[in-house]
């Protein structure tokens, strides 16, 4: 009888060990999977369309304030949102000589490019006209002690500037923008930041 029960705990023995074995692999294999799969998710996340990572700025809708806060710089918000306005000659793009295109920095609307800018001798970066006319809205604004006509985006609503009638020729006008409310796409890297159909401009 003794030696019948110590039989039946070896086979006991025996099959737990085979048991904890065997979980023991499937863990492996499960552990495989779950790191095949953020490889998986890694990949996923860093493949890059030839259209890149830009905004989709036909079909931008503004975010709410406190995630505009998150995207903004202090400066950009106070400028974009609030009408603020940035030092002249103490900007990013007063002196900017590349060529390339200016979008909206929230929206990313093409608004200007380098083609119509000129040195404007106000310390902040200007132009003869929008690249995209209707990317632009104007406004009356009030706030000075003379009527000045403001410059905003279409589908960001982004205070960008003002316009003044004392340009150079052609059109005889000033957009005068803030650096802050604009973000500069060289030519080289249109194609890659969705802008391709303007490579055309600076062939």
Known sequence: MKSLVIGVMAVVIVLAWQNLATAGELGKG????????????????????????????RNFRKPDD??????????????TQHQGTEPPFQNEYDNNKREGIYVDIVS?????????????????????RPLEPDNIVTRKDRKLFFTRTEVRSKRGDSHV??????????????????????????????EKESYGEYKKFFK
Not at 33 to 47: P, T
Not at 66 to 77: E, N, R
Not at 166 to 188: H, Q, V, W
């Open 161 to 190: 500037g003002h316009v003044f009638d004392d340009g150079p020729p052609p059109t005889g006008l000033r957009y005068c923008m803030n650096s802050a409310a604009l973000k500069f796409i060289p030519k080289e890297d249109l």
């Open 30 to 57: 499960e552990t495989k999977v779950v790191k095949m799969q953020e490889m998986g998710s890694e990949n996923a996340g860093s493949v890059k369309t030839s259209k890149g990572k830009s905004h989709d700025w």
């Open 108 to 128: 990313g609307e093409p608004l200007f490019s380098s083609k119509e800018k000129f040195d404007s001798g106000t310390g902040w970066p200007s132009f003869t």
């Open 66 to 79: 406190a995630t505009l806060k998150k995207m903004l710089t202090p400066l950009q918000y106070d400028v």
